[in-house]
C-alpha cells in the first residue's frame, strides 16, 4: 500500500535529519514508530502526508509517487489522527467529525446530509455517538482522541497516521485507543503510529521501526527488533523485556525499566 524507499530529508541550509530510510505497508499493518525525542518520528510521518519535502528517495502510495497525487486524492487515502490537545474554538463534536469529508465536498460547498450520515456512522463505529452535541472543548482528552479518529474514519482513508495516540491520555483511555486502533487494523485499516511506549509494539503493532538519529537502527516484528539490548541502547537505560502469561496461547511480552 505505501512504500518508502532511501528517504532522506533536511531542512535548508542544515544537513540531513532523515537518511537512508526504507520500510512498506501492508493493508492491516500497524507500525509502530519509536525512538527518543529529538529521533525525527513526527519529521517522517510529515514527509509522508506531503507536508514536508524530501531531498531524495520516494513515497509511493499504491504504486503513485505521492507528490504526484494532488492533494485531494491523497486525503480520501491518507488520514492524519494528531494528538489530542484541547482547544478553546466551541465546536461541537459532530462539527469536528464532519469536517473529515472537506476531500470529498466541492471547494465552495457545506457538507450535506449525507456527509452527516457518515460522521454519524463513525462516531457510533467508535462507540461515541452520545457525543455528536457535546462541545469539543468540554469533553476529556479521551473523548478528544476517539473525535479525531472519527474525523479520520469520516475522510474514508485507508491509511491512518498517528502521532502519539496515546500521549496525556489516563491508562484507561490509553487502553480503550489502542484497542480502537487494533480494531481497525482487523477492518483492513492500515495503522502507522509514533509512541514513547516499547509496550504499546508488544500489544498491538505487527512491524516496529527505531529509530535514532533520524535513521532506522531495527525494522521488524516486534518479538525480533524490541529486545533488551535494542531499548537499552536506544534510551539509554538500562530496560528488561519480560515474558508473562496471561493464559491466553501466547505470552505477552512487556518492557519494565530497571531504575
Ligand atoms: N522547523 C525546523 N527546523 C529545523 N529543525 C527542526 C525543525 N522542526 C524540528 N526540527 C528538529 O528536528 C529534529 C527531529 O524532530 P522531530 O519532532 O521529528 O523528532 P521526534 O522523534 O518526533 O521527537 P519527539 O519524540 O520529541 O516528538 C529535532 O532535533 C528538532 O529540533
Do not use: W
Request: proline share 4%; hydrophobic share 45%.
Amino acid at each position: 500500500m505505501l512504500v518508502v524507499e532511501n528517504l532522506s530529508f533536511a531542512y535548508p541550509s542544515a544537513g540531513n535529519l532523515l537518511t537512508d530510510i526504507s520500510f512498506a505497508v501492508d493493508k492491516g499493518d500497524v507500525i509502530c514508530l519509536l525512538g527518543p525525542n529529538g529521533a525525527g518520528k513526527t519529521t517522517l510521518l510529515r514527509c509522508l502526508l506531503g507536508l514536508a519535502k524530501i531531498r531524495t528517495g520516494s513515497i509511493r502510495l499504491r504504486g503513485q509517487k505521492i507528490d504526484a497525487i494532488p492533494a485531494k486524492e491523497l486525503a480520501a487515502d491518507l488520514a492524519y489522527v494528531p494528538q489530542a490537545a484541547a482547544t478553546v474554538f466551541p465546536y461541537r463534536v459532530l462539527d469536528i467529525v464532519v469536517m473529515g469529508r472537506t476531500p470529498h465536498i466541492d471547494f465552495t460547498a457545506v457538507p450535506g446530509r449525507e456527509d452527516y450520515a457518515i460522521a454519524q456512522e463513525s462516531l457510533a463505529e467508535l462507540g461515541i455517538s452520545h457525543l455528536a452535541e457535546a462541545l469539543f472543548s468540554r469533553i476529556s482528552g479521551g473523548e478528544r482522541q476517539l473525535t479525531l479518529i472519527a474525523r479520520a474514519l469520516t475522510q474514508r482513508a485507508r491509511l491512518l497516521i498517528m502521532d502519539e495516540p496515546t500521549a496525556s491520555l489516563d491508562y484507561g483511555n490509553q487502553v480503550r485507543i489502542l484497542r480502537v486502533i487494533d480494531k481497525l487494523a482487523k477492518q483492513g485499516y492500515s495503522i502507522i503510529m509514533t509512541s514513547h511506549f516499547p509496550n504499546h509494539a508488544f500489544l498491538l503493532c505487527n512491524q516496529v521501526m527505531i529509530m535514532k538519529q533520524g535513521k532506522i537502527v531495527a525494522l521488524g516484528s516486534p518479538d525480533s527488533v524490541v529486545t533488551d539490548t535494542v531499548l537499552s541502547d536506544l534510551y539509554m537505560t538500562k530496560v528488561k523485556v519480560v515474558e508473562i502469561d496471561t493464559g491466553e496461547s501466547k505470552a505477552l511480552k512487556v518492557c519494565l525499566p530497571l531504575i
